[in-house]
């Protein structure tokens, strides 16, 4: 039998005082590829980190042993140098990041194993990020502001960070989330192809679909603990555009008197915007804009990456105003109404948003944030206030994570957190980025369920996804953006039979 070149032996794993992991007992062969499965909060991350070295086994509960350079080590130290982790929170460091990085120093970071490439790359590794650049295809990347680019996009920048070391276990942690189909598709293709090619992969998935041929083995976690392992048969690749008629029931959850209740205003005009150009980096990433949503329509924004869904949601939540010649108003204001009063009447959830609050913020605190549409918070809030937000955890049932801080919760945990945040004001129009990122497939539907009942209530929706399975159900108007301009808009259910949309959701 081959020696494991990584091995667990009975390890616990503690953060914050909190045991994550318990009794871990696996060992990772040549020529294996693992799958790891569980729940929101079951480990997958935590157990990513410790195979990398990143954690530390509580000491005296277990040991954790390295092979890979043919000598055996107890220590993590060379292990980090052929271990690559590509993760939501590596993702969100480069986001919170104060210096301005363009996406080949991205790249070129990755050589340093840190988040700033301080060493030039000499001639063979740039030769070789160069190659990784071509298979990618990210060229167009290069010379582009990492934090004004879209999710996906950064995505492909952090996989080509990790490929250019040439690591020799690369381990993926829902790496997949924020990409088109199409960009999926190629990214599983590849990923099967370097496996192949030998390059050992453990890869973390909510999404059984996303398990590329390749793998070889799949493990599953339950409460920190391995509750099954198995090898992997050939997953069954669901057509991602398609929602059954028992997805639909399923996702009715028994969510009542999450959104306020509704109003009896008259059907209005809650976002008009007409001619709108949005420049970044003096590059024009949106052009021409012209769209509203009336009271009672609930909009889906689709399209590729990069293609302006979440520069056009940051306008509508008022983040960004229009160049010269555009124009946008909000409900029934003028437009010489402050931003304050305009944005109490507007949720929104995003993934810059969720990597801002990586910080050690009460989760009630993130919450009761929402008042003031600040990250943290920083006033006082009423008695009324209070009472509203424990009002929001109780019935979304938070109670058991809101009182930890954000930086121990789980990705999941936090998006939920920040849903609460986008309703203590009782929005008129909810806006969310690829909410669904990070959820487990209960999660998803708890969650799109959620998005349902406020719609249920009276606030319009506007929801930007990859996934047009995990819409809610109320959702009644689409809009596929493509290369900055809004090309398709109306009926959900006529957008959804135009061929473009089906290109571009029917890559898997």
Not at 53 to 73: C, H, M, T
Not at 295 to 324: F, R, V, Y
């Amino acid at each position: 039998m081959t020696e494991p070149i990584v091995e667990l032996r009975n390890v616990d794993v503690a953060l914050n005082g909190t045991t994550i992991l318990r009794d871990i007992n696996w060992q990772l062969c040549s020529g294996e590829h693992w799958a790891l499965l569980g729940s929101n909060g079951s480990g997958k991350s935590t157990f990513l980190r410790v195979i990398r070295g990143d954690l530390w086994p509580i000491p005296g509960k277990g040991e954790r042993i390295y092979r890979l350079d043919l000598v055996e080590r107890s220590t993590a130290v060379s292990a980090r140098k052929r271990i690559a982790l590509v993760s939501p929170e590596l993702h969100d460091r480069y986001l919170q990041q104060d210096w301005r990085l363009t996406g080949r120093q991205v790249i070129y970071s990755g050589f340093v194993n840190g988040d700033y490439p301080y060493i030039k790359p000499n001639a063979d590794q740039k030769r070789f990020a160069e190659e990784i650049i071509e298979l990618l295809r990210i060229r167009h990347l290069l010379r582009r502001n990492v934090q004004q680019i879209s999710t996906g996009e950064l995505r492909k920048l952090l996989i080509a960070r990790a490929l250019a070391t040439r690591p020799a276990i690369l381990a993926l942690d829902e790496v997949c989330d924020g990409l088109d189909a199409p960009s999926r598709a190629a990214l599983l293709e590849m990923l099967d192809r370097l496996a192949r090619s030998g390059m050992q992969m453990i890869e973390a998935t909510h999404r059984r679909e996303e398990i590329f041929p390749a793998i070889t083995h799949v493990l599953e976690l339950e409460n920190g603990r391995i509750s099954n392992r198995r090898s992997a048969g050939v997953p069954t690749r669901s057509n991602l555009f398609t929602v059954t008629a028992a997805k639909r029931a399923n996702a009715r959850t028994r969510i009542h008197s999450l959104a306020p209740a509704p109003k009896s205003l008259p059907q209005t005009t809650l976002l008009r915007i007409e001619k709108a150009s949005i420049f970044l980096d003096r590059k024009r990433v949106l052009r021409n804009a012209t769209w509203q949503v009336c009271q009672g329509e609930h909009w889906a924004i689709l399209g590729a990456n990069g293609a302006g869904k979440s520069t056009l949601l940051k306008l509508a939540a008022a983040d960004l105003q229009p160049a010269w010649g555009g124009k946008i108003s909000y409900f029934d204001f003028s437009t010489r109404t402050s931003l304050p009063k305009i944005k109490k009447r507007i949720g929104y959830i995003s993934p810059e948003l969720q990597a801002s609050y990586r910080r050690p913020i009460r989760g009630v605190d993130v919450v009761g944030s929402g008042f003031h549409s600040s990250i943290g918070l920083h006033h006082r809030l009423s008695s009324g206030q209070k009472q509203r937000v424990d009002q929001l955890i109780e019935q979304f049932g938070a109670t058991d994570f809101a009182r930890r801080t954000a930086d121990q919760m789980s990705y999941g945990e936090l998006a939920k957190t920040l849903l609460l945040r986008a309703l203590v004001n009782g929005p008129e129009l909810l806006i969310c980025d690829e909410p669904f990122s990070g959820f487990d497939a209960a999660g998803r539907r708890e969650f799109s369920a959620a998005l349902d009942t406020v719609a249920q209530a009276g606030a319009s929706l506007v929801v930007a996804t990859h996934h047009v399975g995990d819409l809610p159900e109320r959702m009644t108007h689409g809009l596929l953006l493509q290369n900055g301009q809004i090309v398709i808009r109306g009926c959900l259910e006529e957008v959804r039979a135009h061929p473009a949309i089906q290109r571009l959701f029917s890559a898997l």
